[in-house]
């Protein structure tokens, strides 16, 4: 519970609030370079970063090594954008160290959140913060890219 108070996506959630989270969430540790999730897969679950380094990628379709989009660090959230649509994975997350996390299924936390819907109104709210800033900084990303390109 300590570690979720960490976590950006649960700020403004009292210890009862993240205890009920927690509950939800299930605890998962993987092998150091193996795939959490591959790019075109069904994107049912999103996880939570306790501990290691997880990199986002993408298939480079010029060259065999692919593209590295992000690299997510402990108490970071990935892959929320299953709370909003049920679109297959755009990306593939692989560990970079031996990562421990949580895993939350769209069904199981969609329903704590019609359970108890101030949790999920701070929830969502956090997670649209971090899809803005996110967001923002894929755009700064661009507008420079273009800048220095043409």
């Keep these: 519970m300590q570690e979720l108070s960490k976590v950006k996506m649960f700020a403004g959630l009292n210890d009862e609030d993240l205890s009920t989270i927690q509950w939800v969430g299930e605890e998962r540790t993987i092998g150091a370079d193996a795939v959490v999730f591959a790019e075109n897969s069904p994107g049912e679950c999103f996880y939570v970063l306790l501990e290691g380094l997880v990199e986002i990628i993408v298939t480079n379709p010029v060259k065999k090594d692919p593209i590295s989009l992000a690299k997510i660090m402990h108490h970071e959230v990935f892959w929320e954008f299953c709370l909003f649509d ?5 990306a593939t997350a692989r560990t970079i160290s031996k990562p ?12 704590l959140f019609k359970q108890k819907p101030r949790i999920g109104v701070v929830v969502m709210k956090n997670t649209g913060s971090i899809l803005c800033v996110r967001l923002r900084s894929t755009d700064m990303g661009l507008r420079n890219s273009l800048l220095w390109s043409g």
């Design 86 to 90: 049920d679109s297959p994975r755009s």
């Design 100 to 111: 421990r996390g949580l895993e939350f299924c769209r069904e199981d936390i969609l329903s």
